[in-house]
């Protein structure tokens, strides 16, 4: 497509936005029919810890997607020279799960509290055992019952409840609406694709629920399926999002999403048997099933696609945070040394050298533990890196002991679904910003999970993109299924690269695995490094 053809586009509104709030980024990415991104813009941003809880402050959350929209249209005024005053469709999506709860005067009654965060354990196990059903501890309902069993003083408050893709998407439309697969990181979802009427009435027969004035139904978000339309954008939504006010209103709008979601649309993984891996600050993989569990596993969450199909979720906490932190000290050695050099070279030199490790790196073991992790028992984080007098301490063998780290509870949680529940794919596909630098972080990955991985051409930038390929999904009347969708339409020329484990690799990741393991408790104990500590 030329450029005066892509002009033509923007100036008639034949475009979608897909805007993403990751853990450490607002990314907005603009598409247009042919599905490639013409612009992007990006708000950089962190969780800070605020009396033991991860947040992002309200105001924040509104800086970054304005802020995102804002270097798009100037990106599309500085490239193509023209202003955009429509826009087709529009998505959002988000980090899943947390919790955001309102009153009736749409007050945010408590700040933001995350996924990170491990408090809500007591909640999270009652509420598995209620339903039967496996509530990890980051989702929405498991923070709302924490505070019941807490007795704060908001939750009588409350009149709303959702996750931060809906409460951005209510902003901008006025719609207090969400995607099933967000939906089903908030509470769980039923066999017709809404919340499930049987743990709704559980939760609302509670003696400790049943004191408050509103009830469960009332107050959570109003669920949709991919390719419904969610609303449209507002001309109070389209200022908030161009101040300038050169964007008009009437935009059609998707149901909003979780990071999972679109993780699963921008690796083409909708159908049944296939499944995703998403790295970043935290890490997940997502498996399509084709058959239920055979029981409830505290470690598997089961979530939803974007229309609905059940998806057996491993979601780790921690992923990237201790590789970023780590190269950002080699960052600040090399300025002291008078080199400048970018951070893509610096992570690209970093992951190179891992390359002339010892299989197993020399007998390192490393905990990327910024926060708790459920899956292994951790409630605090600490950052820990442990060696002997013997370990073979290089470079080398530091950077395969940290991208080791990364995988490594991602492998626990999947040999839950390999060995006692016989879960197997058709295809594995990864995307994340740990593969930018091309097949180190693949082949380690798939040495560690010792399963061919696949990566995408998009696959560093797959999260925004995918919820703008699911408001043109909306925009173009969702006449097809969204798996045919994305066959037909989306992936026809799409470039995959797949590497398979290698044997020594395995081998050396295997003998890692089991060090981690045994080292756990050094994990455990570090929480007495308390950042009060004098």
Known sequence: MNISEIVQLIKSGQTALGIEFGSTQVKAVLITTDFQPIASGSYLWE?????GIWTYSQKEILTGLRQSYAQLAANVSSKYHVKIEHIGSIGVSAMMHGYLPFDQNDKLLVPFRTWRNTITGDAASELTKLFNFNIPLRWSIAHLYHAILQDEKHVKDIAYLTTLAGYVHWQLSG?????????SGMFPIGKNGQFDQECLQKFGALEKVKKYPWKIEQILPHVLKAGEVAGHLTKEGANLLDPTQTLQAGSVMAPPEGDAGTGMISTNSVRKRTGNI?????EFSMVVLDKPLKKVHRDIDLVTTPTGVPVAMVHINNCSSDINAWAQLFQEFAERVGIDISADQLYSALFLDATKSDPDAGGMVNYSYFSGEPITKTQEGRPLLVRTPNSKFTLANFMLAQLYSAYAPLRIGMDILTNEENVTTDVMIAQGGLFKTPVIGQQVLSNM???PISVMTNASVGGPWGMAVLAQYVA???SEPLEDYLD???FVDSEIMTLSPEPEGVKGAAKYLERYKLALPLENEAKVL???AK
């Open 449 to 451: 999970l010792n399963l």
């Open 278 to 282: 998403s790295v970043g600050t935290s």
């Open 47 to 51: 969780n800070t810890l605020q009396d």
């Open 175 to 183: 719609e207090k609406n969400i995607g099933v697969g967000d939906a």
């Open 488 to 490: 037909t339409k989306v």
């Open 476 to 478: 173009s009347g969702a």
């Open 530 to 532: 308390s950042d009060e």
